[in-house]
Each structure stands twice: as C-alpha cells, then as structure tokens.
C-alpha cells in the first residue's frame, strides 16, 4: 500500500486504484552464472547467523535494546525511556510468546523477519506483526503500552491502505496540542486525544474524514497551520513535511 510520502494519494487523485502487469516473454542473461550462485551461496551462511533475531522476533525486536539505549520516542517524543516492564508489554519477545501464529517471507527470503499474529479475543486472525516502526507510532508515541491494540491498530491500518507512521506521530502530535490547550475550539471534544489511548478509532475517522479526523486527514504539519496557536509548530516532530519514523532525532546524530 502507498501509505507514506504520498505516492497513495496521488494515485487516488487519478482514480488508479491499482497497478498489474501481465508476464511478458524476456528472460534476463546472467553474464556469469557460476560467479552469482557461489555469492548467493556463499552469503546464506553468514546471513542466517547475522540475523538469528530478526528470524525469531521480526523487527519487534529493536523494542527493548532501543528502550535501554534511551532512544524510544515517547509522548510525542518527549521523553525516551520507560520502565523495562511497560517496554517488554509490547516487545518482540512478548509477541512471539503470544501473539505469533506463523513466520511469513518476502519471495524467495530465508530470514522469514514476517509474522502472522492472531488476538482471539478481538477476532484478529492472521494478521502482519506490528514491525518496529508501527510500534513506535502507534503504541510507545501515544504512551500506550497494551500489545493487543497495538495489533488490532496495525491490522485497521493495514486494510485501509493507512501509513502507521504517518497516521501515529499524526495523532501524538494533536495529543500534545490538545494536553497544552492549543487546539482550536470547534476541534471535535469527544474524539480520544488523550495519551495512552490507542489509536484505532481515531484510524477510522480520519480514514472517514468524520470529525477530527477531516483535520487530521492532511498530517500533522497541514494540521499544525491550520491552528489558530503557532506555538503547536514547536510540537511536530518531522521535516519537510514529513513525520519522522522511529530514529530519534536526540540520540542518532544522523538523523539530527
């Protein structure tokens, strides 16, 4: 799904709602055949062995070493880091232990980082695990902890075609905003703008544009302009229009 960077909403502008292609008749030449196989060969050893991690926990598992690396963007990333408990709630290890049904591969891929996940309680089968970067933006940012709406968050996400990305710091930056009173007046009062909710219903409005969500619809930085209160500006946490994924400007220099 072109969920990010805005490669979804200018093919809807031009009522493409999807791209096929029909197989065709070349054959790529392999100008040494002998050459490419010993490298691919060569590298599956080694390769398995480098990522014995992400085999296991997909890349769920960056949740703890990063928590304790004091780079996981809480709150809209006021702080952090937080206590290892609520950090392991929604860690990789605790997925895998609970939530993982199968592993999933990209064609041909022996790392199999993918995995399905089930919540029986929320009717969820089969799902794609939340990766590193969907925990960030709709758990660790909104200060929500609980695994099971992080995965029911990904799942909504998922089917509506909706970057995670994009759609969490979105939705933690008008929680900061609402928390320091920034937001206009007619700004729908009943919409969950408080810190540690999830972020699924508020996924469904925008994706509606209902209430809140035909402001929110546009991203944090149209949002931000559109407030009476410029100091709101203070609070996005991207550049150039963009929101920033889980690489904290603080603590990763490149980034900064």
Known sequence: AFGRGGLGAVLGAKNVKAVTFEEGEFEPTIADEDGLRDLVFGRTQPLMEETETLQQYGTSAAVNPVNEMGKLDHRNNQYEQVDDEK????????????????????????????????????????????????????????????????????????????????????????????????LDDEVDATAALEFGDGVV???????????????????SFRFAASLAAKEAENYLHGVKGLEFAAHSPRALKGMS
Not at 148 to 157: F, L, R, T, Y
Not at 213 to 218: I, N, Q, T, Y
């Open 201 to 219: 219903d508020l996924a469904e409005r925008i994706a509606r544009r209902e209430g809140i969500g035909d402001r929110l619809v546009e991203g």
């Open 87 to 182: 950090a392991e709630a929604i860690s990789g290890e605790r997925l895998e232990a609970e939530y993982v049904t199968e592993d999933t591969t990209c064609a041909n891929c022996a790392v199999r980082c993918g995995k399905h996940v089930s919540v029986q309680s929320e009717g969820i089968t089969d799902a794609k695990i939340p990766e590193f970067e969907t925990i960030f933006a709709v758990s660790t940012m909104q200060d929500a902890h609980d695994p099971e709406a992080m995965i029911e968050a990904n799942d909504v996400c998922d089917r509506l075609g909706m970057d995670t990305i994009s759609l969490g710091v979105t939705v933690a930056f008008a929680r900061e905003c609402h928390e320091r009173g920034l």
